[in-house]
């Protein structure tokens, strides 16, 4: 569930970032779509602003942005509630796990060692592998939303992507100690 809801968070981060060009053209004041050349979906976007009332048409492009961000963050935090579950879940399981397994130890076993660092160090495992999922579906979630945002670039212009990613690595390279 999580997946599925950082998947549909990541599109419609791809579509709010994508309603900034009828806002950049209503208030450049160009009432065409003829000029630009992009995927189909982003001119058929620009060309539904364009066919309302021009008073209109900046009020609609705002909501439009405005309702989509509120959809969005809605969904992350739906996500995030899923993802907190899951990493409760897997410390649970794995602490359920650890208790199966010290009931089978022989009685030798605990007369050995210290139970106390034994506890604790495996609950300090139990915790580490938590974050580790929850970081996991994070970094998952991340990768979904530069995707989406990559794509939408690609689309509008795959030379300008190209320069920008380009350029991006080249700084990355020379920040890297």
């Known amino acids: 569930m999580a997946l599925s809801l950082a998947f549909t968070a990541s599109l419609l981060e791809g579509i709010s970032a994508a309603l900034v060009m009828p806002i950049l053209q209503i208030l450049g004041k160009n009432t065409t779509t003829s000029f630009f050349q992009g995927p189909h ?3 058929s976007l620009t060309h539904y602003y ?3 009332p ?3 048409q900046l009020i609609a492009a705002i909501f439009s942005f405005f309702a989509i961000t509120v959809i969005k963050n809605i ?3 739906f996500s995030n509630i899923s993802v907190n579950q899951l990493q409760l879940k897997t410390g649970e399981n794995l602490r359920k ?3 199966e397994r010290f ?3 022989d009685l030798l076993f605990y007369n050995q060692s210290k139970l106390g660092e034994l506890l604790s160090y495996i609950n300090e495992h139990i915790q580490r592998s938590e ?3 929850s970081h996991l579906l994070e970094i998952i979630s991340d990768s979904l939303t530069i995707f989406v945002l990559l794509a939408l670039s690609i689309g509008i212009s795959p030379q300008l992507t190209g320069v920008a990613i380009f350029s991006l690595l080249i700084i990355t390279t ?3 100690p």
């Open 131 to 133: 974050v580790l999922a």
């Open 97 to 99: 796990q650890c208790v």
């Open 75 to 77: 969904n992350r935090y």
């Open 103 to 105: 009931l089978k130890l």
């Open 54 to 56: 021009e008073n209109r």
């Open 41 to 43: 979906f982003l001119q």
């Open 50 to 52: 364009t066919q309302l």
């Open 174 to 176: 020379l920040l890297r």
